[in-house]
């Protein structure tokens, strides 16, 4: 037998205002977007703001459904549309914030496994890392250099 031991490395800012300039705008618009979600059941909103390569930004927020788990997280809404309206674009950056309408969320929100494959995918599809910064409502915000480092054993089309 073998132990391996997996690291991860994180970066964590103490507040939005210690994040570079451009990924506090990126943020600002995972607010905005956020805000907009559709969860009346769980009262849990995301946003996700995914800045591309050329510029632009796609947004996306979670969409929740009576019928569990027929609703989608802001981060697959977000990179599906993606995916069907800009193939072949490549991800730079994601900024992602939640906030719970029944109590003050300060603490950073990651992406939920489901989400994690589906970045991971794009990660693999475009052969480059893609920066992720989450938060919860406000307070630390946490970087990541690559989906890779909070998902390190993915599972990829290698497996098939």
Known sequence: MIEKKIELTLQVYDSLDDVPADVQTLMHKSFEIRDKAYAPYSEFYVGAAIEL?????????????????????????????LGANHPGETIKRMALSAKSLKHELTTPTPPCGACR???AEYEQKQKSPIEIYFMGEKGKVVRTESLANILPLIFDSSYL
């Open 117 to 119: 494959q589906a970045i």
């Open 53 to 81: 390569e050329n510029g632009e930004v796609i947004l996306g927020n979670n969409q929740e459904n009576a019928a569990y788990p027929s609703g989608l997280c802001a981060e697959r809404s977000a990179i599906y549309y």
